[in-house]
């Protein structure tokens, strides 16, 4: 089976500084990642995703993440956090079976 | 489109209750899956469908768990009786693998439940 890694439980960051969330993956063939985000009481909503073709994915509210295949790392990154960035971050691996393995996730807290 | 809808959003009951957790899924996706979000455990696949089908159940905790899905549009997670141990936010989610969207699984906004 799949399994995914995401190194840091907790990460804070000073608003308008830059963010990387880091993600291992465990896969033998080319991966199908996903970036999720939960704020506080809400369920996941998607952030971006790769499937093949350019490493580096764009998604929502100004995320980018970098597949790279010799780090098998999925990193997900943002040039300046905003205040509305607080949240707990999920990396995601499809397994063959259609099924999800999420990482422990990472919790971001943004300090003014 | 609403997106994937579960009810209810909150819901608190008594050990030894029957709870009964609801989804509709996104119109056309025929993948449907249950998860369980614990601070200890994280994120837990529990059961998920394939055309209505339950294809792999081996995350369902135990038997006092118990899933069906009448038809397309329509999903149940119910627990009975209900234990402390089971409180948690349940998630639903749903896709369509095969398409151009591929493997991407929309979820819910979930249901908190507490077991006192």
């Known amino acids: 089976a799949q399994s995914v890694t995401q190194p840091d439980i907790h990460i804070t960051v000073s608003e308008g500084a830059s963010l990387e969330l880091r993600c291992n993956y465990s896969?033998?063939?080319?991966?199908?990642l996903f970036w999720y985000v939960q704020s506080p009481g809400q369920g996941l909503q998607l952030l971006l995703k790769?499937?093949?073709?350019?490493?580096l994915v764009q998604g929502i509210k100004g995320f980018e993440a970098e597949f790279k295949r010799s780090q098998s790392s999925f990193n997900l990154r943002k040039p300046s956090v905003h205040w509305s960035d607080a949240a707990e971050y999920f990396c995601?691996?499809?397994?063959?079976?259609?099924?999800?393995?999420f990482g422990a996730g990472t919790t971001v807290t943004v300090r003014a | 489109d609403a997106g994937v809808i579960q009810s209810p959003r909150h819901e608190v009951t008594e050990m030894g209750q029957e709870v009964t957790l609801r989804c509709k899924p996104i119109?056309?996706?025929?993948?449907l899956f249950w998860y369980r979000q614990t601070m200890m455990r994280g994120l837990e696949l529990l059961i998920y469908f394939n055309n209505n089908v339950p294809i792999d159940d081996s995350g369902m905790p135990e038997d006092r768990f118990s899933a069906k899905m009448p038809n397309a549009s329509f999903s149940t997670l119910k627990i009975q009786p209900s234990e402390p141990r089971d409180s948690a936010v349940y998630f639903c989610?749903?896709?369509?693998?095969?398409?151009?969207?591929?493997?991407?699984?929309?979820f819910g906004p979930g249901t908190r439940l507490t077991v006192l």
């Open positions: 119109s056309g996706h025929d993948y």
């Open positions: 989610a749903s896709s369509t693998p095969g398409t151009g969207d591929s493997d991407t699984q929309y």
């Open positions: 896969y033998g063939a080319t991966p199908y």
């Open positions: 790769y499937f093949s073709g350019d490493t």
């Open positions: 995601a691996v499809v397994e063959p079976d259609y099924k999800l393995s």
